[in-house]
């Protein structure tokens, strides 16, 4: 990172702005191209691993570049202000904070494996855990984890 000044190496900081916020993007790289998908998600940490969960459909681009392009890159961004400056539009800034980073992609197949990341994904997204899944849905959901490699927190 450049701007040292502006990085965050306290994780719990960066866990509390990743538990805030609700939505991450994805990159894939897509033979020369890159296919950037934003998602809702769940996150979890234990101990020094960091996994992202988000679920789909069992078809399309999502999810047949999760099968065949596996290393993804991602972005979670909140707390976007902008900060008055004069009359001069270089005296304006903006506050913000960001977490990126790269990561393994993984399609989860094991039926428990999938309950425990979609009932992480939804304590994440409503707070409250130990939901119940119909058996059909977990069969027709394609369940995935990112296995973070590295990551890196900003803020100003």
Known sequence: MRR?????????????????????????????????????????????????????????????????????????????????????????SAKFQSVIGTGKLSLIEDRDEKKYALDCFMKHQTGRSGWNFDEKELKTTAVFSIRVNKMTCKIK
């Open 4 to 92: 040292k000044d502006r990085e965050v190496t306290d994780i719990s900081i960066i866990d509390a702005f990743i538990a805030k916020e609700k939505i991450i993007r994805i990159a894939f790289a897509d033979e020369g191209d890159i296919y950037i998908v934003p998602v809702n998600y769940g996150y979890k940490r234990d101990g020094e691993e960091s996994v992202f969960y988000f679920h789909g459909a069992k078809a399309g681009r999502k999810y047949e570049l999760a099968k065949s392009s596996p290393d993804i890159g991602f972005e979670i961004d909140g707390g976007f202000s902008i900060v008055s400056g004069r009359e001069d539009a270089c005296d304006y």
